[in-house]
């Protein structure tokens, strides 16, 4: 069986949770099928990966024309494939039109919902119209939709309510245990020095792009309520827009004049950089206002850090409160932005679960070693990729 995945994100291109979910999703479906990604970014090196550019006529182009501009090289390139599956609505219509052009079934996985992510016309002007039409497109016509935890299934049925939810189905996203496992002590001390973090001191420590749906704001806010020798270290960049950096500027500059220890790291690093300063943290935040599952909250159980989590979308899934972390309730707006009912209540609330578990040495402990038997248990790949399986067999009738 030869399987087509598209996909945005492919490395060394790598942005965010759905790049890190094709890189690994492919790699072990690889062990049982004929793989080819396609994505974007140029040419790849590696022979079962092709990479394309916009077409110049549309490199100054919206950037939602642009894409599509792309999609439609990866529609035609689909021919001799027996099953198209494509990841986000920057792939989606390439394996939409790519299907229906040449007879094959469309899988989707669904990782985030355009009409769950307003902000983005911040970003895409028109596009955003663009995008959510493409999005809507491929998810009406597709064979199955992988949703990635049962949160997100619920959040595509009310989207889209004319789908049928038995097309629907859950696979959640994975993790690799061997690349994201704790270092030793000495080890991740010397990463966090390099980085201007104290090993010495209790850490919150935030890993994430600065989008709205991350949250970024709300920690920021809550982080002037922790004790003073809590430490706060952001892993945080690829600003959606020149306001939302300009935002989250001015907020660290303000916490960085009534408080030490906060260290923004605003450049991707290596992974195993990123291991070491995860593993020299007490505890791991996830902020979120939006998020269907949260890659980054497994690959912090991976290293045995506790998460304390806003408690929205597939998080409550991953994260078990009183037992790998803590979840942190969030009311919310129903219009499509996630924005709390009450932010002031969500950054206090936030604020007192990361003092509680960052100052309590002995729980946040059991909590890390709890969260990565949860992973190991529930979010290998290996077992990911048997689930994804099981699907494409469904599509094609065995």
């Known amino acids: 069986m030869r399987v087509d995945i598209l996909t945005r994100e492919y490395p060394p291109h790598v942005y965010g949770g759905a790049g890190v ?8 479906l690889r062990q049982h099928l004929d793989v080819r990604v396609r994505c974007f970014d140029g040419p790849r090196t590696d022979e079962a990966v092709t990479g394309y550019d916009v077409p110049t006529a549309l490199s100054g182009a919206n950037a939602a024309l642009a894409t599509l501009g792309v999609d439609l090289q990866m529609a035609n390139d689909l021919a001799g494939a027996d099953l198209v599956h494509s990841h986000t609505w920057y792939a989606n219509m390439g394996g939409h039109l790519g ?5 094959i079934p469309h899988v989707v996985s669904a990782h985030s919902l355009e009409p769950l992510r307003p902000w983005k016309a911040e970003q895409l002007g028109g596009g955003y119209a663009l995008s959510s039409w493409a999005e809507r497109t491929a998810y009406e016509g597709a064979a199955r939709i992988i949703a990635v935890s049962a949160g997100m299934r619920a959040d595509i049925l009310r989207c889209y309510p004319q789908l049928d939810p ?3 189905v859950v696979v959640h996203n994975g993790i690799d245990l061997n690349a994201w496992q704790r270092p030793g002590e000495a080890e991740s001390a010397q990463i966090a020095r390099q980085h201007g973090v104290d090993p ?10 600065i989008t709205r749906q991350k949250g970024l704001p709300h920690l920021l806010a809550a982080a002037h309520q922790l004790p003073p020798e809590v430490q706060l270290v952001l892993c945080a960049g690829a600003p959606d827009t020149p ?5 989250v500027t001015e907020a660290v500059a303000e916490l960085q004049r009534t408080r030490t220890g906060v260290v923004w790291i605003d450049q991707m690093l ?4 990123v291991v070491g300063l995860l593993a020299a943290s007490t505890v791991f935040v996830c902020p979120s206002v939006y998020e269907p599952l949260g890659i980054v909250n497994l690959e912090a159980m991976a290293v045995g850090v506790p998460v304390v989590a806003s408690a929205t979308g597939g998080i409550p899934e991953v994260v078990v409160d009183g037992e790998t972390g803590r979840l942190v309730a969030l009311e919310q707006r129903q219009d499509g932005t996630g924005t709390p009912l009450d932010p ?4 206090a609330d936030l604020a007192r679960a990361l003092t509680d578990v960052s100052t309590g040495t002995e729980q946040a402990r059991r909590m ?11 979010f290998s790949w290996g077992a990911i990729a048997g689930r994804t399986l099981e699907v494409y067999r469904g599509v094609l009738g065995g």
């Open 243 to 247: 306001e939302l950096a300009a935002e």
């Open 368 to 378: 890390g070693q709890a969260g990565r038997r949860r992973a190991e248990e529930l």
């Open 21 to 28: 979910h094709v890189d690994e999703l492919s790699r072990v």
């Open 166 to 168: 038995e097309k629907v």
């Open 344 to 347: 002031e209540k969500f950054e």
């Open 270 to 273: 290596p992974r195993a950089e």
């Open 200 to 209: 010495d001191r209790p850490a919150v420590i935030f890993v994430g792009r």
């Open 99 to 103: 299907g229906l052009l040449h007879g």
